[in-house]
């Protein structure tokens, strides 16, 4: 078929439709379209360019995600070397590195310098290389002088433009940067993980790493990765007399740039207040960062001030003190999970690491602890990975004194002396016993849990009790519990009795959705849970389907459909799904959201201090079908304003956009 005008055109806008809502979401954090309204015209291009093979091209937006690498990830020069940076910790050390900057210009105190100072991001340096605009190559940063190309996986990073927005294209521009995950994608992700009955990612960074380095670049594509800009390596054609005008330029170019935690500081002292601010303020930005990057602004300067060795003269990274602590391991237990598998766990003496009080942090497997060598007795370094969960950095070996004990990893499941296996390409060792009562107590505190069947008054103690006692055999049996079978159990009065009960009675009408969750089957996690849900409406629907049918569904595909299609099959598990439905469980379509108009497709902005947890607020004007934004424009409704609220809430009024104060917003959220 060849393609007529109108539907040349019709590609031609969609295109540029889809660009500029890319852009709109994330770079300048102020979605213009709605996801569905996103979605409506993706579609389209696809199914016009499945029409007209002859369309596609290789910038179109239906091809972030390109063909596998084969073979090794292939290496190439960088056009200017990627150097690290002078760490400089504590007030004294950042006074001398402004010293050695005077001493290398010959000038005294009466010259101040204007600063750039930025927020550190600990993420993975990354050059991007522009030609004539486009986006030809990029490349991790390797030794300094070569990185590898992984230009295949970058293009699939959403924040990463394929076409320089500048008017007239330079013939050559490098944008430098670090790619990273936010912390809530990565709680959720780990979250995931462990209702999947997955190992944990040991920290966003080491996640970010082994993103990027994928061969088949849909796996980085389905990993919710974005990039920050913060300078300029190689250009040509253009000219700049600051770092500030480089950044603005990035910007314009089409890159996130990280304006609104940074700041240009006229003079050290100012450098110093920023600093203090930052370590109080990196707490609440959804980003793990280590410092704070100063720079000379003046790129004049900064040619004049040149290198020593790999550093820069021009620029230092401050390093806020590292929140770790040094403990000793008392003892390394072993944890048996859901699906069996069998985790060590350092347990060590009580240790306080960045404000909370930790005394055990997970070693993940086998291979992780035999890598560390942690042995029992060990001083060990703690740290808080992504900030939140305990992990152990290394063993302090100059401490040892040889009463250090190595752990012997057991042959045997530690509940139930099951002999353990190592399932085929796992580093997971497994008890393999359906059985096993610690199995048993993590598979129903998984059912209980919010989320999934929302038992909130079956606790982990009463778990214990009911698995122990031989109450409850599989997670059906909760269903069938009596009060007099509870008031049984050991501290188990009438009232809570009572309480258990209803709260199980409670529970007896979950979504379809939540109900296949819960069932704790491995590779099905909440969004799995409603994808299947939504496809088959019924739980006898889903039981009568076929593998391919459950396989195809989009975004659950066939390892998860192989899970479930065979955990259907067994006939433990159907007399659990047949127990349950005579107990009464009955599971719903889904969950009717009653629609909110004071929320429904509203849009709104947070800014300043507020006691409310950021993250927080966003999730519940979310759960209501409101939009949460990064800036205010005339398309926002709604501007939630704390304390030492700024140029936002400035924007608001000039806009004529409703202010609300915290109290009034939380008023909101209440009255339903
Ligand atoms: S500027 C000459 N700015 O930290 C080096 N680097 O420890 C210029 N980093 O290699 C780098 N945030 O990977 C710069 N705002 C920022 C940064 C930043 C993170 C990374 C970068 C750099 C490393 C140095």
């Not at 000219?239 to 740039?257: D, N, P, Y």
């Not at 203090?276 to 040619?303: C, M, P, S």
């Not at 947070?606 to 004007?621: M, N, S, W």
């Amino acid at each position: 078929m060849i393609p007529e005008k109108a539907i040349i055109h019709e590609v031609a806008e969609l295109r540029e439709k889809l660009r500029q809502a890319n852009h709109q979401y994330y770079i300048l954090d102020n979605p213009a379209l709605t996801d569905a309204e996103y979605d409506v015209a993706m579609r389209r291009l696809v199914q016009i360019e499945a029409d007209y093979p002859e369309l596609i091209t290789p910038d179109s937006p239906t091809q972030r995600v390109g063909a596998p690498l084969e073979g090794d990830f292939p290496e190439a020069p960088h056009l200017l070397p990627m150097l690290s940076l002078q760490d400089v910790r504590g007030d004294e050390e950042l006074l001398d590195w402004e010293k050695r900057i005077r001493r290398h210009l010959h000038v005294g105190d009466e010259v101040v310098f204007q600063y750039v100072c930025e927020p550190k991001i600990d993420g993975l340096a990354m050059s991007l290389i522009y030609e004539n605009g486009r986006f030809t190559r990029g490349l991790t940063r390797g030794d300094g002088r070569r990185g590898e190309d992984i230009t295949h996986n970058l293009r699939t990073i959403k924040a990463i433009p394929w076409q320089l927005r500048l008017k007239d294209a330079p013939p050559l521009f490098e944008a430098r940067g670090e790619v990273f995950i936010a912390r809530s994608d990565f709680e959720k992700l780990n979250a995931q993980q462990a209702a999947e009955g997955k190992p944990l990612y040991a920290n966003p960074r080491n996640f970010g790493a082994g993103s990027v380095r994928q061969k088949d670049p849909k796996t980085t594509a389905a990993r919710p990765l974005t990039f920050f800009s913060y300078s300029l390596g190689a250009y040509e054609g253009l000219k700049f007399t600051t770092h500030w005008q480089t950044l603005e330029t990035l910007h314009e170019a089409g890159f996130r740039v990280n304006f609104q935690k940074s700041r240009i500081c006229e003079g050290i002292e100012e450098v110093q207040k920023f600093i203090a601010e930052w370590n109080i303020e990196r707490q609440n930005v959804d980003y793990a960062t280590d410092g704070v990057v100063v720079k000379i602004n003046d790129l004049h300067l900064q040619n004049e001030l040149g290198f020593v060795g790999r550093n820069p003269r021009w620029a230092c990274a401050f390093k806020f003190a590292p929140e770790e602590a040094v403990t000793r391991v008392l003892n390394i237990s072993v944890n048996v999970g859901r699906t069996g598998s069998l985790t060590p766990l350092a347990e060590f003496e009580p240790v306080e690491v960045a404000g909370t009080t930790v005394s055990a942090a997970t070693l993940h497997n086998e291979d992780e602890l035999r890598r560390k060598d942690v042995r029992i007795g060990d001083y060990v370094v703690i740290r808080k990975a992504g900030e939140i969960i305990p992990e152990v950095v290394r063993v302090v070996v100059e401490k040892r004194d040889g009463s250090e004990r190595e752990f012997v990893f057991p042959t045997e499941c530690p509940r139930c002396a099951t002999p353990v296996s190592r399932g085929e390409g796992e580093s997971v060792l497994r008890c393999p016993n359906n059985q096993c009562p610690a199995r048993l107590e993590r598979l129903l505190e998984h059912f209980v849990a919010r989320g999934a069947m929302n038992i909130d008054r079956v606790g982990e103690k009463l778990i214990k009790q009911f698995v122990a006692t031989g109450l409850v055999k599989d997670p059906a049996d909760v269903f069938t519990i009596t009060k007099e079978q509870l008031l049984g159990l050991e501290r188990m009065a009438e009232k809570s009795a009572k309480n258990v009960l209803d709260s199980i009675e409670n529970a007896k009408m979950p979504t379809l959705a939540r109900l296949i969750y819960a069932l704790g089957i491995r590779h099905v996690g909440e969004r799995t849970g409603e994808l299947i849900a939504e496809k088959f409406g019924s739980l006898q629907a889903l039981r009568e389907a076929t593998l391919e049918a459950i396989a195809s569904i989009h975004d659950v595909g066939p390892i998860a459909g192989q899970s479930v299609r065979g955990w259907l099959d067994d006939a433990e598990n159907q007399k659990i799904l047949d127990k349950m439905l005579a107990a009464g469980v009955v599971p719903q379509q889904s969950e009717a959201r009653v629609a909110d108009e004071r929320f429904e497709g509203k849009s709104f902005v947070f800014t300043g201090a507020l006691d409310i947890d950021r993250r927080e607020a966003e999730r519940l004007v979310k759960s209501k079908g409101a939009r949460a934004a990064g800036s205010v424009s005339k398309k926002t409704n709604f501007v939630v304003v704390g304390e030492n609220a700024g140029s936002k809430a400035d924007r608001a009024r000039e806009l004529g956009v409703t202010i609300l104060t915290e109290a009034e917003f939380l008023e909101m959220i209440k009255a339903d």
